[in-house]
């Protein structure tokens, strides 16, 4: 059965349009100051959310004829819905993003075209050959804005591929590796600190040394996050809302890490670390309004699939923001069930238990509940491996079925969607998904709590504090 609802309510069309009008009279606004980048922002991510909530809805039916569709399997009848959706969020966004370049540069193209209107200002030679201040112009920030800008477009690109062509784990787990080489190297050229500031208890260890420099195992440690972070929500998925709340609750956990670092007055300014986080809002404001619309449509009954493609860029915001904005420690507090999930599943990922190819819950059309999914074992596992599963059953971190023999017949399959049917038994799909968001949101509230409270208790500054090392 195939299933696309193609057209806006009357409701829904005045309100885009209201929201779009309203955001775009913001827009025009800020040029008459200096261009106020971050209202800016906030208007554009306006735009973004109206104009993926309505190309959505419209696209649902192309899409499908171009067979981006899956089918729901969590639904008494297996529905045909669009898939990808996320590339019609991923190009809204990037659009965005090209659109936003003028308005953070503003006041430097200002300044650098025209002297800024200081007529006090003295010109030297070389200024008065050239005829323009383009040296004062902060090419840098422009040079990470557009590495950012073409990792995300690579990692798109290569996640439409995977939605098309359904590419091997093996091989698509290495993409964002790739994707993510235009911004290691303004990270090299631009600011090129490999130095990490060592915890106080670990110092006598180290002769005392405050820094250490991982030189280029620096740039490995980033690369694994760009392949960790797009990966890890790819696999944190299968129930309908999941992949892009868990994005949401991530990206606006992020905001408000930014917002510590901005409106709080306590903090100095301008503090060395303003400008990153101005950087990150930049980046993470449209990307809030195009999850929205995406997630009005996917979450329970989902109308629209996000497909690979939406956690690939999800992912990748996430890296580009933390890496970009020097902040790829604070990023992984934020990570804390991507990170166990993956750790978790680590024995399916490589293999050592088989893997079926999907580990999403199975639907029991009699109680049109959830039930934990299992993976079932023809050959017998290695011992040591059922003696690990027999030990984590016990421990309540899986359930498996044994023969008589004693040997492993069948387990859940390791994901923490399932290991949450198993500790809290067969539940509605949406109670599913909101129960894994809370933990979401609960995990990163503590990791922000410990980045700025408990941090001090192992290093000797918080860059939040006037006290700024490194
Ligand atoms: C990853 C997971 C796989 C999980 C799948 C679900 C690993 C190694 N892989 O694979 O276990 O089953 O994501 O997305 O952990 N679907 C639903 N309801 C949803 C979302 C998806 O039924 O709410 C189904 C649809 O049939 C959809 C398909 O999952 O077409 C998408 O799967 P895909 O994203 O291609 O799977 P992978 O990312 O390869
Ligand atoms: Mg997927």
Redesign the pocket.
């Known amino acids: 059965m195939t299933v696309a609802t193609t057209s806006l309510t009357r409701t829904e069309r005045l309100s885009l349009f209201s929201l779009t009008a309203a955001c775009i009279g913001v827009l025009a606004n800020t040029f008459q100051g200096d261009g106020e980048p971050l209202i800016a922002s906030l208007a554009l991510s306006g735009v973004a959310f109206s104009s993926s909530y309505a190309l959505i809805r419209w696209l649902g039916d192309t899409f499908m004829r171009a067979g981006f569709k899956?089918?729901?399997?969590?639904k008494l009848r297996h529905t045909e819905i669009p898939?990808t959706m996320g590339a019609v969020c991923a190009v809204v966004y990037l659009l965005m993003l090209i659109i936003f370049i003028p308005f953070p540069f503003y006041k430097d193209i200002v300044a650098a075209t025209s002297g800024g209107g200081n007529r006090d200002i003295v010109l030297e030679v070389q200024h008065v050959e050239h005829g323009r201040f383009l040296h004062r112009f902060p090419h840098n920030k422009l040079a990470s804005f557009l590495s950012a800008l073409l990792s995300l477009h690579s990692v798109v690109i290569l996640g439409v591929g995977d939605?098309l062509f359904?590419i091997r784990?093996r091989h698509k787990i290495l993409i964002p590796a790739f994707a993510a080489i235009p911004m290691l190297i303004v990270y090299f050229v631009d600011f090129g600190v490999t130095h990490v500031v060592v915890p106080t208890p670990l110092r006598p260890y180290l002769n005392g040394a405050i820094l250490v420099d991982l030189g280029w195992l620096y740039y490995a440690y980033m690369a694994a996050i760009a392949i960790f972070c797009p990966n890890s929500i790819?696999?944190l998925?299968?129930?309908?809302?999941?992949?892009v709340g868990q994005s949401l609750v991530i990206a606006l956990l992020l905001v408000l890490n930014d917002s510590f670092y901005l409106l709080l007055p306590s903090t100095p300014y301008p503090h060395p670390a303003t400008d990153s986080h101005l950087f990150s809002t930049f980046l993470l404001l449209p990307f809030i309004g195009v999850s929205f619309a995406l997630l009005a449509h996917?979450w329970f009954p989902?109308r629209v699939?996000v497909?690979?493609t939406y956690?690939y860029f999800a992912g990748m915001v996430f890296a580009v923001v933390g890496i970009l904005g020097h902040f790829s420690k604070t990023l992984l507090l934020l990570l804390i069930p991507q990170i166990f999930n993956f750790i978790y599943?680590a024995p399916?990922?490589f293999h050592l238990v088989p893997?079926?190819?999907?580990?999403?819950p199975k639907f029991n059309p009699r109680t049109s509940l959830l039930e934990n999914s299992t993976a079932t074992f023809v050959k017998p596992l290695p011992r040591p491996v059922a003696e690990a599963m027999k030990l984590m059953h016990r421990m309540k971190l899986l359930r498996i079925k044994t023969d008589e023999s004693g040997e492993v017949v069948e387990s859940t399959?390791f994901?923490i969607i399932n290991l949450w049917l198993v500790w809290f038994g067969p539940m509605r799909e949406d109670r599913l998904a909101m129960g894994l968001l809370g933990l979401q949101t609960a995990c990163g509230l503590l990791g922000l709590f410990v980045r700025h409270r408990l941090a001090l208790w192992v290093f000797t500054a918080d860059n939040l504090s006037r006290q700024w090392i490194s």
């Open positions: 899956g089918r729901d399997m969590s898939e939605d359904d784990w790819n696999i998925a299968g129930i309908n809302g999941l992949e996917n989902a699939f497909g690979d956690c599943s399916q990922l893997c079926p190819r999907h580990r999403l399959n994901t």
